[in-house]
């Protein structure tokens, strides 16, 4: 696992999603579109979850030694 690429990784989705919620947040976008944005920042938001789950799966054995 390469730490430094997941965390670029990680903060390329919180941007990603923040530019998300910026459009909608707008208002300018149809439904569709912003059914379709939504739908993007929930996939993203579910990888960067599987990523702060892996990142405490590695930090949970050194807090417990």
């Known amino acids: 696992?390469?730490?430094?690429n997941?965390?670029?990784q990680f903060e390329d989705?919180?941007?990603?999603i923040e530019a998300i919620v910026r459009?909608?947040?707008e208002g300018r976008?149809?439904?569709k579109e912003?059914?379709?944005m939504y739908?993007?920042?929930k996939q993203l938001s579910d990888k960067a979850n599987i990523l702060l789950n892996q990142a405490e799966n590695i930090l949970k054995p050194r807090a417990e030694a």
């Open 1 to 4: 696992m390469n730490d430094e």
């Open 6 to 8: 997941e965390l670029e």
């Open 13 to 16: 989705i919180v941007l990603r």
């Open 23 to 25: 459009q909608l947040e």
């Open 29 to 31: 976008l149809s439904l």
């Open 34 to 36: 912003s059914l379709v």
């Open 39 to 41: 739908e993007e920042a």
